[in-house]
């Protein structure tokens, strides 16, 4: 007997309500902006400049007692949090202390980290420092530019490839997909004010491909239905294709989001956040692939009657052989 | 139908087994490493028992290349340092100063008398007492000039020489910056990489970013500040003569001449000239030493010319104080008691012996040309890169597991097939990454097991494809032969989107991106190749060998 997701033949219509997923979608986007621009997001030292220096003691962490050491040394804001995680022991207390970009400093400086780590050591002698990071003002600057530019990059690269494989329509509802997804993700650690650091920058384009990859294995099977069912409409070719290929999506995002959960679980807090992205990412990548790309190509049309034989009949690569 | 030539399967099994080889070092990674470790130094000061055994514990003839592991797993320092590259202009300016007064002097009749103006940093301003006599005075200073070899043309030269009223300002040329700049930072790095040399960690990076960048990596050192404390100085050793000496900081130097604080006397000043008698570069060698009664010293030797100056100016000025000069503070200014001739001296001051030891590897190991401004730091202390590394690993193995049942499951002996592919496919990932010496981050553990769980997609595609020509009922061989054929653009354009995206990760990215998009890149290359050419060739030599009437996926 085998393992199904989904019954071996499927005919649910996705565009039934279409009127609402777009609904839901547009409703999302809005409230993801709004938080954006009300409440913004937490960056980390990477886009803000600043140090943040993990510490650990045997003894259990007492904010009050840290932050009365380090705030005789009139550093401004100064956030301390302590870190929870399943695979720490119970002598592992740790906190994270980031302390904002000091005025006028392009550089870091070495007497500011060791003023906190000794006001630190005297309040608490047993408490090591496991690790330090500071960015200055300057290379933070350039990092969200960096950031943006590569997203951004990575969004019209996708854009061109596909208008080159499919049609205009097609890298359309592809590229508006991913930019639902994109904004969404931002929502969500706006939202829950997660730190947005470098990391979740890879996080981010990685949802770009993952998403992508969706998308254009069901835009594939459009491609392919289109040539096959000549006199079918559109919402009925987009239907069997969503529909023929809706066990692969299935098995793919449950075999990524089962290695992502994994990693979220057991993979410690440094990195919980990325992960908690791509999850993300995987969820709303899938959602938006079914509900949202195949909405736009169906709203836009696509060019059915080709007066020439396609050169591309079969599939291009069909004669790489092994 | 489904024949595949025995050449292209040999290659096939030939590129998996090379990957799996390439990869197994890194299963035995603490005893490769101390093997590694134990060639290179065997190849650096030869043999010793000892040496020997640590490198008997892998043999040679195995591959030894290791991924290498990231800061953030290993634990260790980064630095990112922009160097000061206008620190040059202005030493270069400074030092111009006596050769434009040198030059001047037999002109006195035209151009008159010669003074130093204030001027800006990088720049120098010289006031002749003729304005009538400037045509000849331009023509004087500009017969300095020196050429400067440039890809885009002939006859440029080192100095921008302009006139305004009677004063002449000197400036570096455009083009003589460039060349400078490159010079400058070629010369950081070297000397970064000489300093840490001489502190001996294992295998430190240290790369030029951009055009006044330099990224500093070491492994295993306690903290930043650590390495921060060796290549943060400049050890700029200059000998200058002293004007006068005070306690108030702020009062006017007088042109040429600068105030600097003494490093041993608090509220102590020198008022010494800018342009120096001597400098550190043209000291040959640095040691501790101790003085005559006993204090820890530096002793040092000049090259010929240096030596040359130091007797010359030392013979000429008996009596007068001599500023020792490191990194605008005086390190102290003995009076010069007789002349100096063989270019060899002592540095006194209150030092530690540690200080004079520091003092004296710095001094070895070459003045940074221009100081350097820290713009990110970050320290990841062993233990933390530990426990990175285990949780990553188990997350790995939970990961991993889950994916396999779940395939078997599903897809019953073809998802065995995928799940081979799997395992080989993780294995030529890092056989890939051993062999381009690429760095694993915790990013980039992320990335493969984000591999592991897309890896399995194009299996899934080609699976699910041959389900589907199985309904059609043409026959178990035709079916996958269809399935293979018709998934294949899917593929193909679902992870070349992919691999666009890790491609630009990786041009923009920087660190922990970086790292992550390379096992994405080399994550996709691999499962493409194992999903179309290995689980083909396992479902082939599977199909040839049964011959089943009826398959089930």
Known sequence: MRLRLVPKETSFDFFKRWKMWLGISALMMIVAFASFMIQGLNFGIDFRGGTTIRSESPLPVDIGVYRGAIDELGLGDVTITEVFDPTFGPEQNVAMIRIQAQDGQEAVTAELIADVENALIAVRPDIKFISVESVGPKVSGELVQTAAIAVLLAIGAVLIYIWLRFEWQFAVGAVVALVHDVILTIGVFSELQIRFDLAIIAALLTIVGYSLNDTVVVFDRVRENLRKYKQKSLSEVLNISINETLSRTMMTSVTTLLALIALFVLGGDVIRGFVFAMIWGVIIGTYSSVFVASTILLYLGVKRDWSKPDANAGNQYANIDA | ?553
Not at chain 2, 495 to 518: D, E, H, K, Q, W
């Open chain 2, 1 to 553: 139908m489904l024949q595949i030539d025995l050449w292209k399967r040999i290659t096939i099994w030939l590129f998996c087994i090379a990957g799996l080889l390439l990869a197994l070092p890194n299963g035995f990674y603490t005893r490769v490493e101390s093997h590694n470790d134990a060639v290179a130094a065997i190849e650096l000061q030869g043999a010793t028992p000892e040496l020997e055994a640590a490198a008997s514990v892998w043999p040679d003839w195995m591959p030894s290349a290791l991924v290498n592991l990231g800061l953030d797993l290993r634990g260790g320092a980064h630095l990112l340092a922009e160097v000061r590259l206008e620190d040059v202009y202005a030493s270069r300016m400074d030092a111009m100063w006596p050769e434009i007064r040198d030059a001047l002097r037999p002109e006195r009749a035209t151009v008159g008398g010669v003074r130093q103006q204030p001027s800006e940093r990088g720049e120098i301003r010289v006031r002749i007492g003729e304005a009538d006599g400037m045509a000849r005075a331009l023509e004087v200073v500009r017969g300095l000039a020196r050429p400067v070899p440039t890809l885009s043309g002939v006859g440029a030269t080192d100095i921008d020489v302009r006139a305004e009223g009677d004063v002449i300002i000197v400036t570096l040329s455009e083009a003589e910056k460039l060349s400078t700049d490159e010079r400058t930072m070629q010369q950081s790095l070297e000397i970064i990489r000489n300093r840490i040399d001489e502190v001996g960690t294992r295998e430190p990076t240290i790369q030029r970013q951009g055009a006044e960048r330099i990224l500093i990596q070491v492994p295993g050192i306690g903290s930043a500040s650590e390495l921060k404390d060796i290549i943060g100085t400049t050890a700029q050793l200059t000998f200058n003569p002293v004007v006068s000496r005070g306690s108030n900081p702020d009062a006017s130097p007088g042109i040429g001449n600068k105030i600097l604080p003494s490093l041993d006397e608090e509220g102590q000043y020198y008022t010494v000239e800018s342009a120096p008698v001597v400098t550190g570069e043209e000291l040959v060698d640095a040691q501790p030493s101790f003085d005559q009664n006993g204090n820890p010293a530096v002793s040092f030797r000049f090259n010929t010319s240096g030596a040359r100056k130091f007797g010359d100016y030392t013979a000429e000025n008996i009596g007068s104080p001599f500023a020792i000069i490191l990194d605008d503070e005086v390190v102290s200014a003995p009076v010069i008691q007789s002349h100096i001739p063989g270019g060899s001296g002592i540095i006194t001051g209150r030092f530690s012996v540690e200080e004079s030891t520091t003092l004296a590897v710095l001094l070895r190991a070459g003045a940074l040309p221009a100081g350097l401004d820290f713009l990110e730091e970050r320290t990841i202390g062993p233990e933390l890169g530990q426990d990175s590394i285990d949780a990553g690993k188990i997350a790995t193995v939970v990961a991993f597991g889950g994916v396999l049942v779940f395939m078997a499951l599903s897809y019953g002996l073809f998802g065995l097939f995928a799940n081979v592919a799997l395992i080989i496919n993780i294995g030529l990932i890092f056989g890939l990454l051993s062999l381009v010496g690429a760095t694993l981050t915790l990013p980039g553990i992320a990335g493969i097991v984000l591999t592991v769980g897309m890896a399995v997609d194009a299996n899934v595609l080609v699976f699910e494809r041959i389900r589907e020509e199985l309904k059609t009922a043409r026959g178990p061989a035709r079916a996958i032969e269809l399935g293979y054929e018709k998934a294949l653009s899917a593929i193909l354009d679902a992870n070349i989107t992919t691999f666009i995206t890790s491609v630009i990760l990786f041009v923009m990215g920087s660190g922990p991106v970086r790292g992550f998009a390379i096992t994405l890149g080399l994550g996709i290359l691999t499962s493409v190749f194992t999903a179309i050419f290995v689980t083909r060739l396992m479902v082939v030599m599977w199909f040839e060998r049964r011959r089943p009437k009826t398959i089930e996926v």
